[in-house]
């Protein structure tokens, strides 16, 4: 996944049969994942029971934005004093009815049941439900949850205008981390994993798109159908519906877009797909989900993208910078095996998904490209498990033998969800002479200090295959960052020649510098500003902060249209928190005024919510969920990252 601020990423009756041939043989072989953890972002008592599938019948109205849903658990109790069901909801959510279904003692049974709804956290509430006395330990039951949705963190709703196309209304849900349970009721855990089918109804002339591995449509009914094949946790379900076609751009990929988009989106990635999944077989066994598709989502959806498996969702925006979008989704790629098959258990190990995937993307460029522009970055939130992670892979002395490991850990765990010590249990033992010489307690490095010691990475993996990018920047940078700037030598340096990498390297460094001296900052816009202005929205952005942080009034009118033409969290948020920090905060709210009907009502809140905070410097604001952590701030690897 790959979060709004982070450049790049590199985040009625049943009709489907319970189990494929698939499904049950997968039961059968796949081996039982570790004993359940505790999960303190869930209130449910998911250790008490197997979830065996979940059915979802979804009517979706977009004029009362609103979804009618049945939701079917097959389950089998676990213990036998289990006298309730706990499933993580939200108060959002109107629970109509709970009923459950078993065959005991060779009788159909049925019966209503009592619920009640439990306060929990901000993001979330208990679904307290009663079970009869006839349901025994390892006995097979269902649970149906009559329901409907209404305004929750999962579920967004888009006007025609918030689209690109600007045609017809659409909607899309959004999972991480812990915001299904305002979709559907449900052990909200990555601990817990199951097949999952779906039967959604929507207007005509409106496209349904779900993370799974068959979809078909009943034209004569008007409903898609859909079925994943594969168990996955809850946060990775997912549905968008709007005006969406598509084009083929591989073997096993399609690109989907509204159609005004779709042009482009089709010439971004045509035959690269099919490159960089094979490179990722190469290094870490076959692609397991069948098909991998990508949907390009209007500029509202809140983060950069969301690795869904088989349906990664991408924002529009990225569109506009080849270089970020090649990452993004290589990225998303990569989390097919690190994140998707082999899940974190907890959200304090969420470093076990995004550390892997970023190391597997780095993997997949060097194999594709050779270089890896992305080593020019320095994410805190994904930096410091990569690091762990290469410090792991400098261990075993080669690169392709820690391929080889990644290989069978995939193979061993897919399609359960680890902890640390799974990893680092099946590390020492797929690598023997390691164990015997004690490298998991080497003084300074030792692996309990890697997961749990604040600060920065213990060890800083070596960027030496980028520093023929590098080395320019940190050229110019010095001629800027020097007390008599050498008007000669700075002009010498073209960066309309260079990578967005490297525009942007340079930027981010002197935004961290910023204010400037009032002389540098009149050469820095004299000398780049027109050319920056024509670039992409990632290097704009950071221009414009720039801009805004040294209150360079002759640019400001930049910022100002900047605002009125984008609509999307990543670009307005970073550049209104600026604003608000500084002595510009009217020409913030001038600008809010003139544009919020073209924002999203989420959007808006979170604007506004930075304008109450600026009244008060020391508050510390927030505008988006996955916001990454400075590279000072001191959090550990294990650091609960929840979001809703």
């Known amino acids: 996944m790959a979060a709004a601020f982070e450049r790049p990423t590199f985040c009625c009756c049943r009709k489907v049969v319970p189990g494929s041939s698939k499904s049950e043989e997968r039961s059968r072989s796949r081996p039982r994942g570790p004993p359940c953890p505790v999960d303190i972002a869930s209130s449910s008592n998911f250790q008490h029971f197997e979830l065996r599938h979940l059915h979802l019948e979804l009517e979706v109205n977009f004029v009362r934005r609103q979804i009618e849903a049945v939701e079917v658990l097959d389950l089998v109790s676990l213990e ?59 006995t097979n039951f269902q649970i149906i949850i009559k329901y409907t949705t209404a305004d929750g963190p999962a579920i967004w709703w888009l006007d025609p205008e918030l689209t ?59 409903i898609y159908r859909f079925q994943m094949e594969y168990p996955v946790p809850a946060y990775l379900l997912a ?61 509202s959806f809140p983060i950069v993208a969301m690795e869904n498996p088989c349906l990664t969702f991408i924002i529009s925006c990225i569109l506009e910078s080849d270089e970020f979008l090649i990452i993004d989704v290589i990225h998303e790629i990569a989390h097919s095996w690190f994140g998707n098959a082999v899940t974190n258990a907890t959200w304090e190990e969420m470093w076990l998904s995004e550390g892997l995937a970023t190391y597997a993307q780095r993997r997949i460029t060097t194999e594709t490209y050779g270089v890896n522009p992305s080593s020019l970055m320095n994410l805190f939130t994904y930096e410091k498990g990569f690091c762990f992670v290469y410090y792991l892979s400098q261990l075993c002395g080669d690169t392709k033998c820690f391929d080889s490991f990644l290989r069978a850990y995939v193979e061993k765990f897919k399609f359960t969800s680890v902890v640390a010590g799974d990893l680092l249990e099946f590390f020492l033992g797929f690598f023997p002479e390691l164990r015997v010489k004690c490298v998991d307690n080497k003084k300074g490095l030792e692996f309990e200090r890697w997961l749990n010691a604040s600060g920065p990475p213990l060890l800083e993996p070596d960027l030496s295959q980028g520093s023929s990018l590098i080395k320019p920047v940190e050229t110019l940078y010095q001629l800027w960052s020097s007390e008599t700037l050498d008007g000669n030598h700075i002009t010498d340096i073209d960066i309309s020649k260079w990578k967005t990498f490297q525009i942007v390297h340079l930027l981010d460094k002197l935004l961290d510098r910023s204010p400037l001296p009032p002389e540098v900052m009149m050469k820095l816009s004299k000398s780049y500003s027109a050319l920056l202005n024509s670039m992409n929205a990632e290097i704009r952005i950071r221009w414009l902060q720039i801009v805004v942080r040294n209150n360079y009034l002759p640019d400001f009118y930049k910022v100002r249209r900047f605002l009125e033409n984008h609509t999307s969290r990543m670009y307005t948020g970073p550049l209104y928190e600026d604003l608000c920090a500084g002595t510009m905060k009217a020409i913030a709210m001038e600008t809010f005024y003139l544009t919020q009907n073209r924002l999203h009502v989420n959007l808006r809140r979170a604007i506004q919510q930075i304008f109450a905070h600026s009244a008060n410097p020391a508050a510390v604001m927030t505008l988006l969920e996955d916001k990454p952590s400075d590279t000072t701030n001191p959090i550990s690897l294990r650091n609960v990252n929840v979001s809703a």
């Open 80 to 138: 036998p004093a289990t006298r309730s069901l706990v499933l993580d909801s939200h108060q959002s959510l109107l629970i109509r009815s709970v009923s459950a279904k078993c065959s005991c003692n060779s009788a159909h049974n049925s019966w209503p049941l009592s619920h009640r709804l439990e306060p929990f956290t901000d993001y979330g509430s208990s679904l307290v439900i009663t079970l009869p006395a006839a349901i025994k330990a390892h």
């Open 164 to 222: 690109s196309g600007n045609s017809k209304p659409f909607l899309f849900t959004h999972g991480h981390s812990v915001c299904n349970r305002s979709f559907f009721p449900c052990f909200d855990t990555p601990a817990v994993k199951s097949t999952y089918s779906a039967t959604v109804m929507v207007p005509p002339g409106i496209k349904v798109l779900m993370s799974a591995t068959q979809s078909r449509f009943d034209e004569q009914e008007n």
């Open 239 to 299: 549905l968008v519906a709007g005006d969406l076609i598509s084009a083929d751009i591989g073997p096993r990929s399609r690109v989907w877009a509204e159609p005004c988009l779709l042009k482009m989106a089709t010439a971004k990635l045509n035959g690269t797909v099919e490159q960089w999944l094979s490179a990722a077989e190469n290094l870490f066994g076959p692609y397991m989900w069948e098909r991998y598709d990508v949907v390009f989502l209007p500029p």
